[in-house]
């Protein structure tokens, strides 16, 4: 990648980097580009945007209420004990602050779900409009090298890379006689392996709780768990995303991803509990599957960045460590924002990291002193982190208990009652 070396903006403007285009980083550029006072430079690997893959936004994220941003049941409570009033009223102003447009789009994406590709090149378009900042698109894989060097003094750099964040393990420094390098700020935790499989439906449907028991039934060591709902185009039209857990062993075994024909062809027993699902609505709806149904299998991880800014590397006393006080990093401001930041596979972590942009962006806009800005972001961070923890691991110990309902003694070793 070539790094343009003239931002051709006025110096008094501030210069902020974003590394990354998918739906986080586009998010956070469109935010930017509202607010006078910015040059952005938005760097991005891929050429065009061809992820189908459908998600899900939470209507959370356009909510303007507080009533409205904690409708959920489990995650009210939790946003209830996490964060104060106040936190809750700086989110609420930072959801007001985004830009009309984008909040149409986000309401018609989260009507169902969405593929990929179209929440990013619709944020994209919003984006080539312009708007009162400028915005300027560097096409190429940046290095951690470049990244490093790309930061003056005053600059922000905001990294969006996605889970396997190009800059996460770079924000601390180096610790003497550190074992793995890749665990240096990052903290994972393996809630299970999985095989994921999703295909679309010709006919609306819902799946509640009981619903899941009941189209199960029959299915011994394998359980397809559905995550159902329309797509946000088409209300007649459902997509249906079911995971199935399976063994380490079974993991290695199976493919990285094929389609279902494959899959009932050299893992049956894990095929026939997709099966008994897809037999069962169709009894029931006089549907049918609409094309290839998709097999990935997956690692479930939970994770978080333990530091999402680079305070540490203010913090390293200069002269204790061979970078400190030299390292770019310890100049500029870095953020990680999206699923470089934190990942959860059972919470809506599009949605989550599109909300850290809208604070980040509204925090940056206040023009406190950017340690300030730094501290701040990595309060909210590390809340958001607990709120995620705390759900996931309520939904992993439900699908725990859930796979053995009709087994007594097998949920009594997975309860803990006091
Ligand atoms: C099977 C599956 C299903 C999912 N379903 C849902 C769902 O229903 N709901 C939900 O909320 N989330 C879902 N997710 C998660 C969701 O896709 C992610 O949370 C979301 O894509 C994260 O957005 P991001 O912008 O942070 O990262 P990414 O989407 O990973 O984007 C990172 C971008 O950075 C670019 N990039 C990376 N490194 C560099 C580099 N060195 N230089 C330049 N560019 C770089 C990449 O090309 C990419 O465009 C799902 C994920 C999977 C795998």
């Known amino acids: 990648m070539s790094i343009p070396t003239s931002l051709g903006a006025a110096r008094a403007t501030q210069r902020v980097h974003i590394l990354g285009a998918g739906p986080v980083g586009l998010v956070m550029a469109a935010m ?18 061809l992820r189908t893959r459908m998600v899900k936004l939470a209507p959370y994220l356009v909510a303007d209420s507080l009533s409205a941003y904690a409708a959920d049941e489990v995650d009210g409570d939790n946003v209830a004990a996490i964060f104060d009033a106040t936190e809750l009223e700086a989110g609420l102003r930072a959801r007001r602050s985004v830009d009309p447009k984008l909040v149409t789009l986000i309401q018609e994406w989260s009507q169902g779900f969405c593929p990929l590709n179209i929440i990013e090149a619709g944020v ?59 665990e240096r700020n990052t903290y994972t935790l393996r809630l299970e392996y999985a095989v994921n499989v999703t295909f679309l439906y010709a006919a609306p449907y819902q799946c509640n709780e009981y619903c899941k028991y009941y189209k199960n039934r029959g299915n011994g060591q394998y359980k397809f768990i559905p995550a159902v709902d329309r797509i946000a185009q088409d209300a007649g039209v459902t997509h249906v995303f079911g995971i199935i857990s399976v063994s380490a062993e079974d993991f290695a075994a199976l493919p990285s991803q094929c389609k279902g024909d494959l899959l009932r062809e050299q893992f049956p027993a894990v095929a026939t509990s997709m099966d008994r699902f897809i037999e069962q609505i169709n009894a029931e709806t006089g549907g049918h599957v609409i094309g290839d149904i998709d097999v990935v299998r997956i690692p479930l991880n939970l994770y ?14 200069a002269g204790d460590h061979s970078d400190a006080g030299q390292h770019a990093f310890s100049k500029g401001s870095v ?26 962006a509204d925090l940056l806009q206040q023009g406190i ?14 809340k958001q982190w607990l709120r995620v923890y705390m759900r996931s691991k309520t939904i992993k110990h439900s699908k725990d208990i859930f796979e053995r309902l009709d087994d007594t003694f097998g949920v009594l070793e997975k309860l803990k009652i006091y």
């Open 335 to 360: 953020f990680l924002v999206g699923d470089s930041a934190i990942g959860s596979p059972y919470f809506q972590s599009i949605s989550l990291g599109i909300e850290c942009a809208m604070f980040l």
């Open 124 to 182: 994209s378009a919003m984006i080539d409009e312009g708007g009162p900042s400028p915005v300027e698109r560097v096409p190429g894989n940046v290095s951690v090298d470049q990244a490093v060097a790309m930061v003056a003094p005053d600059d922000i750099m905001i990294d969006c890379t996605g889970c396997n964040s190009l800059l996460r393990n770079h924000l601390v420094p180096e610790q003497a006689g550190e074992a793995n390098a890749a």
């Open 32 to 49: 930017l580009q509202s607010m006078p006072g910015y040059a952005i430079r938005l760097y991005e690997k891929r050429p065009t945007y």
């Open 369 to 382: 002193p950017m340690s300030d800005v730094r501290g701040q972001y990595e309060t909210r961070i590390y």
């Open 304 to 317: 978080h960045a333990r530091n999402a800014t680079n305070r540490a590397w203010y913090a390293e006393p």
